[in-house]
């Protein structure tokens, strides 16, 4: 991490009054998102949980790796993207539907093509 960076999120981090580790929820908040968004940007690796904790453990994330990911706007990006390709996946998968492939457009999340 950058020196700038790594001052400005301990300055963050001391100004919210956040303990050190984090469970997933306290994540979410963070992140304005479910918990299960969470476990899928673990799962992605776009998180990393502290230690090494089982599948079915408790996980802990460290607050000053979350606050400064949430400075930089391309992992923001890069998470929104990851959430969202897991979810259309998994409701193309529930109705019947073939996964839209790389398309990013509005219109694949329901199914339809995107009709300018």
Known sequence: MADDLMKT???TWAAKDLP???LASQVAKLLNCSTDDVAILA???????LGKPKPNAVKFFSAIELIALLADPDWLDEATKTITQY??????QRNGVAA?????SAGAANGRPHIN
């Open 9 to 11: 999120a301990l300055a």
């Open 20 to 22: 050190a580790r984090l």
């Open 43 to 49: 799962s992605a690796g776009k998180l990393h949980a």
């Open 87 to 92: 979810w259309r996946r998994k409701n193309a």
């Open 100 to 104: 839209p492939k790389g398309d990013e």
